[in-house]
Each structure stands twice: as C-alpha cells, then as structure tokens.
C-alpha cells in the first residue's frame, strides 16, 4: 500500500478514535476500533486486556528489537470545550476531537508507518507495535504490564506530539505526601506549636530549595508545593498540615535519589513517596535513531511532560505530529497536514534506521 493510502487510512481511523469515549481504563471500544485496522490490513495481531499489539512480518529473535508505541486513552474533556469533544470535525484544515493530538496523531502515524515496513524482508531490527491503554493514568494494565508479554526490547519510539522534533530526554515524576507537625489545641490559648503557621516556613523551604545537579537536556529539577490542606473547624488549631509535593525529575538523579534528599534535607516531619516507577527518560545523542532523525532535519530538546517512556528500561525516542501545549486544552485539534507529515517522517527516519544500507 502507498503512503499516500495509509494515509488516507489513518485519518480516517482517528476520526472514529474521536468519536469513540476511550478515557482511561474504558478502551474496549477503542481497542476494537484499533484491531479492525490489523484486520483490514492483514497484519496478525493480540490483545491484552485493551493493549493491542503485533510484529512485523518476519520477526527474528536474533535481530534487536524496537518498540513503537502509542497511547490510545484520553483524559476527560474539560469544562471550557465549546465544540463536541467527541465529534471529530475539520476546520481549516484543523481535526478537532478530544484525542486528536494527545496522542491519536501519534497513533494513527505510527500505525502506518509499522504497516509501511509489516511486510519487509530483511530488516536490521524487529518491529513491535503496541496501542496501549492507561497512559493518562499511569494505570496498571498499559504499557508497562506489556512489557513481560511482549519480545525483549533494545529501544523504543514512544509516540507524543512533539511537533515531529526529537525529545531525547524526559522528565521523571515522584510524588510525595507530607506532613508538617503541630500541637492541636484550642484556638483561643496560646500555641506556640501551631501546625499551620509552621508550614510556612516549610513551605518557604521548599520553594527555595534547588537540587545541585542539572540535565544538558533537561536542565534542573522542577519541585512544586501543589496541595494543602488542614483543619476541620474554626475553633482548633489542627494537629498537622498536610502536602503533596510534585517533583519532575531530571536525568542526572535516580526518583530514589531525591527521596533520599528530600528525606534527609526537609524541614517536613514525613514526607513519602507514593511511587518511585515513574523515571525519567534518555537517549544517547550518538543513537542512530537520534542521528537518523536530526539527518532528516530533526532537533533535539528535553521534554517536561511525562509519557510511557517512564515504564520503559530500555532507551527511548519520544516523537509525533502534533503539539504538546493543545493536549489537554479545550477544542483539542491536529492539523491534518501534521499526520501527513509525521507519517513521512517516520518512514523516513526508520528507512535509514531498520533497512538494509
């Protein structure tokens, strides 16, 4: 099949994608929408649980393996949406539809270029494809329960919008609660131990405080005070305020890292992590995958926003049509021209990547 088809064809599944609700942990029906596609172009595929997943065609255990992978759940539109969110419309050459951009674009675009390549002969890597679920809530049935299942994986393409430029690092996630410590009492006596007010000295810490080492790619450590709360009536002084803090971590410390730090260094009475799986992500600049791409006109940046590339121990590429700042936005859209163009690039990159020279 030409490009120009698999093209037509792609837009054409996104559109049902849009209109199809996929939110997080409700894909069944996107999942049939997704093996239809196998279905249609005689490509042999499995699903797990709403994972859908193929190889290519003459898949040999003895040649490294690259992982293309998308996300095919969506966040729940927001409350300043003006148009359908689950109708799929063009305007200007704009599909509107929640999905669209984060991450259908992506999707549909990798789908195609794994059909490109399905049926080659000779292929210095195995392809496999993987339209996972859960992706918006870091569930525990996306990707990352796949990876037992599926063939081991040398590195991966994880589809994102990035404007087609090549993000070659991520930004991990912890998350940490954490308690500030006081003396309940009643609010008409003298406290010298008030929770509250201790709080904000905790809370001038934690805005001042700066991790030592940052990422060429990534640059520093962003943490950010994002939830209080404490008390539960006018006349108690509370006996704890309680936070939650979030840290986007960079490639030059491990999540295990900075637990340590912030165990060792905050003023916080406890403070825990509520998971630690969530890393950051890197690919070498000397890859063939990073050379390939910056070949084809490509840049390279550090993302901040966190993806299925967080599960994954091999390393990883993050790359797609589409732009981050639309995901999650109201009236949600990808340029039609964006997919044509994502799905030539990919064909383009993996072409100097998987082929024989």
């Given at each position: 099949m ?30 049939l ?9 005689d ?31 969506t ?8 148009k ?113 007010y ?20 990534l ?70 995958l ?21 599960v ?46």
């Amino acid at each position: 099949m030409n490009v120009e088809k698999l093209t037509e064809n792609a837009i054409s599944l996104l559109t049902k994608l849009i209109e199809t609700p996929s939110f997080s942990q409700e894909e069944e029906n996107t999942a049939l929408l997704i093996s239809e596609w196998f279905l249609q172009h005689d490509i042999p595929f499995k699903s797990t649980k709403n994972n859908i997943w193929a190889v290519n065609k003459y898949f040999d255990e003895s040649k490294p393996t690259l992982l293309l992978n998308s996300h095919h759940d969506t966040v729940k539109p927001n409350s300043a949406y003006t148009k359908n969110p689950f109708k799929a419309s063009v305007e200007d050459g704009k599909l509107y539809g929640l999905g669209s951009n984060d991450a259908g674009g992506c999707l549909v675009s990798l789908l195609a270029a794994f059909t490109n390549f399905y049926p080659a002969e000779n292929l210095c890597y195995n392809l496999v494809i993987v339209a996972s679920a859960e992706e918006e809530n870091s569930g525990k049935n996306g990707l990352n329960s796949m990876l037992p299942i599926l063939p081991h994986i040398d590195v991966a393409i994880v589809g994102e919008p990035t404007l087609m430029q090549l993000a070659v690092a991520e930004k991990g996630l912890v998350v940490f609660d954490a308690v500030v410590a006081g003396t309940p009492s009643h609010a008409a006596h003298t406290n010298e131990h008030n929770a509250i007010y201790n709080s904000i000295e905790v809370l001038q810490w934690f805005k001042d405080f700066k991790f030592e080492k940052k990422s060429d790619a990534l640059g520093a450590v962003k943490m950010t005070v994002t939830q209080i709360s404490a008390g539960s009536q006018h006349n108690v002084v509370p006996a704890h305020v309680d936070l939650v803090i979030d840290v986007r971590v960079n490639d030059a410390y491990s999540n295990e890292e900075i637990t340590a730090i912030l165990q060792k260094e905050s003023p916080c009475s406890k403070i825990t992590p509520r998971s630690l799986r969530l890393n950051s992500s890197a690919i070498a600049i000397d890859h063939e995958l990073v050379k390939a791409g910056i070949a084809i006109g490509r840049d390279t940046y550090g993302s901040p926003t966190l993806s299925d590339q967080a599960v994954l121990s091999c390393q990883s590429l993050k790359l797609g049509p589409g732009d981050s700042t639309r995901s999650h936005s109201a009236n949600e859209f990808i340029y039609l021209q964006e997919i044509e163009e994502g799905i030539r690039l990919y064909i383009a990159l993996l072409n100097r990547v998987i082929t024989q020279k």
